[in-house]
C-alpha cells in the first residue's frame, strides 16, 4: 500500500477538476534567493508552494532529511549500527533505541485517515513538498550531492507515509518522544529480555536540557509607532532536524508569510505576515498522563476497568542490524497507550500493577492546518480563534503581536483535560498521585473510566482541554513568556490558577522570565539608561543583545564578601584551591556574556554548581514580588562553604582545561565552521542570559549545541511588516555552501539583516538568484 502512495505522492494534487475528473498533475514554483541563501517561492497554489519549498530545502540540507527519513522509519540500526547514537526529543537515544520505538508506535495508517480530515489547502502543500524534494534528487547529479550522502544506501526519494511520521515524530517530542526508554523498556514480570536495551532512566524533561525559547509582544500603548512589535527568541537545537530554515512563501491573494520552518515541515514555524507576526515558546503543560492499570493476578498482560477484563495487545517488532543478526522486540499497549516503566518513581511492572501512557499529540496532523491559519491570520483575535479550534499546537505557547498594535500570548495546545479535581479524585491505588506535586507526573486510576480525560463538546479529538479553558490574554501593553507558565504572562496582571496539567502559577520563576520582565519594566519606566520610555525594535534589539548575566547581578556582590572572609577554599577533589585571582577576575568582570566579556567562563562553571546549592538564597520566594525574588547569597556558614567549594571546582577545572581565568568569552564560546572557531555571544540561560546559549566543552572550548537561533524583531510600518533577523548557525548544513556560516559570523557581530518582503525589496537585492521548477 505505502510503497503506492510514495510513488503517487509526487504526482497528484487533493483537487478535483469541474465534473469529478482529476485535473492533470502539476506543480510549478518560482525560487527567488536574497542574500544569506533566503528563498523566497512563490506559486498560483499551495502545491506549488510546497513544491518550491522542499526543492530549496534539499539544495541547503539533503543530507539532513534524509538522515531523519532513516530514523522516522526505523531504520538506523540498519544503515549505521545498532550503538550509534541519534536525537530524538531532543535528547540523545541509541539507534536500536529509537528504531524499536518508531517502527512500535508510530501508526500510519491513522495519520493517513486524520491526514485526509485536513484542508484541502494543507494536503496539496504536503503532497508538493514530496514532489519538490524528489524533484531535486532526480535533477541533481551524484557528484553534485553533498558529499556527507552522495553515495548512501539510504538515500532515496520520499512518500506521503515519511511526510507523516516526520510530523508525528515532531508532534510527539514533548510528549510520547520523550517516554521513548521507559515505553521501549516495558516488559511483563516474567520476561527479562527488554533489558536488553538501554535502562528506562526517566523521562526527558525539556526545561532539564535548556530547551526553552523567549517571546515578547508589545502593543500600541508602549510602542512608539502605535503598532505591534514582536521579539522572537527560540532556543533551539543548532543540529538535527529541529534546526530552523528560513523561508518566505507568496501566492498571489492567499498566502504572503515569511519566517521559519523545522526542517522537513511544509509551511511556516515561525514568521510574519503584513498584518501579524508571531513566535512560540515550550509550554509549561504536561502533554500525557499516566493510567495506574489494576492486572490480574493470574496474567500481567491483563488488566481490569470498571471489573471488565481487558488483555494487553502486543506487538513483535523486528529491526534490521548492519553486520548482525535482526533483533526482535515485543511491546506492549492498552486502551490509553503503550506501556511504560519507570522504576525510579516506583513505576514498574509487576504482577499487580503496571503503568500506560496516553499521549495528547498521537496522531496530531491537525497542526498543519494549525500554522496554515496563524500564516494567513490578520490579527492575533484571529490567531487565537485559530488555534483553539483546531487544537494542532503540540506543546508551546503562542506569542502574537498585530498592525494594530494588539498583542496575544496563548497557552493553547493539545492538552489533556484533566481537571484538578479529577487528578484528586482518581489518585491510584498505590498513591501514586502526589507524584503530580513535584515531578508533575500525573498518574490516574486506570481501573476506572471515569478517570479517563474528560471529553468536552466541541473539541476536534475527545480528551482535549477546550481552548476556552487554557491560558490566553489579549492586550496593548505587553506579554512575554521565558518558558515559565502562564502566570507572569505579564508582571502587571498575574494570571488566576488554572488545572494543575496547564502549570503551576504562584511560584518561583526562572532567571530568564525574572530577567526579560525587568528588561521590560525598565523599558518602560526609563530607567534602563536608553532614550525615552517606549518600545521600538532597536531597543528590543539592544535588551537581547546586553547580553547581562542575572545570577551573576545577584550572586557576586555577596560572593566577593566570601572571598574577602576566606580567599581559599576546598575543592570536591578535596584541593586547596586558592580563590584570590578567581574573585580578582570576577570583581573586574563585566557581568556580561558578550564575546569580550572577560572571566564570564568562570562565573558559568561555578553556577552551573552553585545553583544547586540547597538554601542558596538569603531572600526567599515571595509571590508578591515574583520578579524580584529570591536574591541574595545566603549568610548561612555551611551554605558558604558549599558556595566557595563551587568557585573552587570551577577554578580547578578551568586550570585542566588549559583557559585563563580572564579570558574572552568570545575565545572559551565559538562555533566551529571548518577551521573557524567563530566567536559566539550569549550564555546560559538557567545563568539568566536572555540570549540563551547552551555550549559543552570540547578541547579546550564550549561549543553550542542549542540556544538562540532564529532570531526575528518585527513591527508594521504603512508599507507591510519591517523585520529584522538572524538565524545563528546559518542556513545549510552542507560544509561546501555558500551559506553554511554566512550568518554565524553577522551574529558574532550583533549585526542583523532587515528582510526583504516587498517584490520590490526582493528584486532590488544585490544577491537575487532566480529558479524556475514546474513538472
Not at 512500535?104 to 524534494?133: E, I, M, Q
Not at 509607532?225 to 534546526?243: A, D, K, M, Q, Y
Request: hydrophobic share 40%.
Amino acid at each position: 500500500m505505502w510503497s503506492k502512495l510514495s510513488g503517487l505522492a509526487g504526482a497528484c494534487l487533493v483537487c478535483l477538476a469541474a465534473g469529478g475528473a482529476q485535473a492533470a498533475p502539476a506543480f510549478k514554483a518560482k525560487i527567488a534567493r536574497t542574500q544569506y541563501g533566503v528563498p523566497h517561492v512563490s506559486a498560483a497554489d499551495y502545491g506549488g508552494i510546497g513544491y518550491g519549498q522542499a526543492y530549496a530545502f534539499a539544495q541547503d540540507n539533503l543530507c539532513l532529511l534524509a538522515d531523519k527519513v532513516v530514523t522516522v522509519n526505523g531504520e538506523r540500526s540498519k544503515y549505521f549500527g545498532p550503538d550509534g547514537v541519534t536525537t530524538i526529543a531532543f535528547s540523545e537515544t541509541k539507534n536500536l533505541e529509537s528504531d524499536v520505538f518508531f517502527r512500535a508506535n508510530l501508526d500510519v495508517a491513522a495519520l493517513k485517515t486524520n491526514f485526509d480530515k485536513l484542508s484541502a489547502d494543507y494536503r496539496n502543500l504536503v503532497l508538493g513538498y514530496v514532489a519538490g524534494y524528489n524533484r531535486f534528487l532526480r535533477d541533481t547529479p551524484k557528484a553534485r550531492l553533498p558529499a556527507a550522502c552522495r553515495e548512501a544506501a539510504w538515500l532515496r526519494p520520499i512518500g506521503l507515509a515519511d511526510m507523516l511520521r516526520l510530523n508525528e515524530e515532531r508532534m510527539i517530542q514533548a510528549s510520547g518522544g520523550a517516554w521513548l526508554r521507559q515505553t521501549n523498556a516495558a516488559a511483563p514480570p516474567a520476561i527479562k529480555a527488554q533489558a536488553a536495551l538501554d535502562g528506562p532512566g526517566l523521562p526527558e524533561d525539556p526545561a532539564q536540557f535548556g530547551l526553552g525559547s523567549n517571546g515578547w509582544a508589545f502593543g500600541r500603548d508602549v510602542t512608539a509607532n502605535r503598532s505591534g512589535v514582536l521579539l522572537g527568541n527560540p532556543h533551539f537545537p543548532w543540529e538535527t532536524t529541529n534546526r530552523f530554515y528560513q523561508v518566505h512563501l507568496t501566492i498571489p491573494g492567499k498566502l504572503d508569510v515569511m519566517g521559519v520552518t523545522i526542517g522537513g515541515a511544509p509551511g511556516m514555524s515561525i514568521g510574519f505576515n503584513k498584518d501579524v507576526a508571531w513566535t512560540h515558546t515550550v509550554s509549561t503543560d504536561r502533554h500525557f498522563t499516566l493510567f495506574e492499570l489494576s492486572l490480574d493476578p493470574a496474567d500481567p498482560t491483563a488488566y481490569f476497568v470498571d471489573g471488565k477484563r481487558l488483555t494487553m495487545g502486543t506487538k513483535a517488532v523486528t529491526v534490521e542490524v548492519a553486520g548482525g543478526a535482526p533483533q526482535t522486540r515485543t511491546v506492549y499497549t492498552s486502551i490509553y497507550g503503550p506501556l511504560v516503566v519507570m522504576p525510579q518513581l516506583g513505576m514498574a511492572w509487576s504482577a499487580k500493577t503496571a503503568y500506560a501512557l496516553r499521549d495528547a499529540n498521537k496522531n496530531n496532523v491537525r497542526s498543519g492546518d494549525t500554522w496554515l491559519d496563524i500564516a494567513r491570520a490578520g490579527s492575533v483575535a484571529q490567531v487565537k480563534a485559530g488555534i483553539g479550534k483546531t487544537l494542532g499546537i503540540p506543546w508551546v505557547n503562542t506569542i502574537a503581536a498585530d498592525r494594530g498594535g494588539q498583542v496575544l500570548y496563548a497557552d493553547i495546545t493539545a492538552t489533556p483535560n484533566v481537571s484538578a479535581e479529577l487528578a484528586k479524585t482518581c489518585v491510584p491505588p498505590s498513591g501514586l498521585g502526589p507524584l503530580a506535586a513535584t515531578a508533575r507526573i500525573y498518574v490516574l486510576d486506570g481501573a476506572r473510566s471515569a478517570c479517563n480525560w474528560e471529553v468536552a463538546a466541541g473539541t476536534p479529538s475527545p480528551g482535549l482541554m477546550p481552548g476556552e479553558s487554557m491560558p490566553a490574554q489579549l492586550r496593548t501593553d505587553y506579554v512575554a513568556n521565558s518558558n515559565d507558565s502562564y502566570w507572569l504572562a505579564n508582571a502587571r496582571a498575574p494570571m488566576a490558577a488554572f488545572a494543575p496539567v496547564v502549570g503551576p502559577a504562584a511560584v518561583a520563576q526562572n532567571l530568564r522570565t525574572r530577567s526579560g520582565l525587568m528588561e521590560i519594566e525598565a523599558r518602560l519606566a526609563g530607567t534602563d539608561g536608553l532614550p525615552g520610555k517606549s518600545i521600538d525594535p532597536a531597543a528590543v534589539e539592544a535588551m537581547l543583545y546586553a547580553n547581562r548575566n542575572l545570577a551573576a547581578d545577584l550572586a557576586i556582590p555577596d560572593l566577593l564578601k566570601l572571598c574577602t572572609a576566606a580567599p581559599s577554599g576546598t575543592s570536591a577533589s578535596g584541593a586547596t584551591v586558592s580563590l584570590v585571582d578567581a574573585c580578582t577576575v570576577l570583581a573586574q568582570w563585566d557581568r556580561r556574556m558578550n564575546v569580550d566579556s572577560r572571566g564570564a567562563h568562570l562565573f558559568v562553571e561555578f553556577w552551573r554548581k552553585a545553583e544547586k546549592i540547597p538554601g542558596l538564597w538569603a531572600i526567599p520566594f515571595d509571590p508578591t514580588d515574583p520578579v524580584h525574588t529570591p536574591r541574595g547569597l545566603s549568610g548561612d556558614a555551611a551554605v558558604g562553604g558549599k558556595i566557595r567549594q563551587a568557585l573552587s571546582d570551577a577554578v580547578e577545572l578551568l586550570a585542566a582545561k588549559g583557559v585563563p581565568l580572564d579570558a574572552p568569552w568570545g575565545q572559551v564560546q565559538y562555533a566551529l565552521r571548518g577551521d573557524q572557531k567563530i566567536p559566539v555571544h550569549g550564555g546560559e540561560g538557567s545563568d539568566g542570559v536572555l540570549n540563551a546559549q547552551q555550549s559543552a566543552w570540547a578541547g579546550s572550548g564550549v561549543v553550542p549545541f542549542h540556544g538562540s537561533s532564529y532570531i526575528q524583531v518585527v513591527t508594521f510600518d504603512a508599507k507591510g511588516p519591517v523585520a529584522d533577523a538572524i538565524l545563528t548557525y546559518s542556513q545549510s548544513t552542507d560544509p561546501a555552501s555558500p551559506h553554511y556560516a554566512d550568518q554565524t559570523l553577522l551574529h558574532a557581530q550583533k549585526r542583523w539583516v532587515r528582510l526583504p518582503f516587498s517584490a520590490a525589496e526582493i528584486a532590488a537585492d544585490k544577491a537575487l538568484t532566480v529558479t524556475t521548477i514546474t513538472e
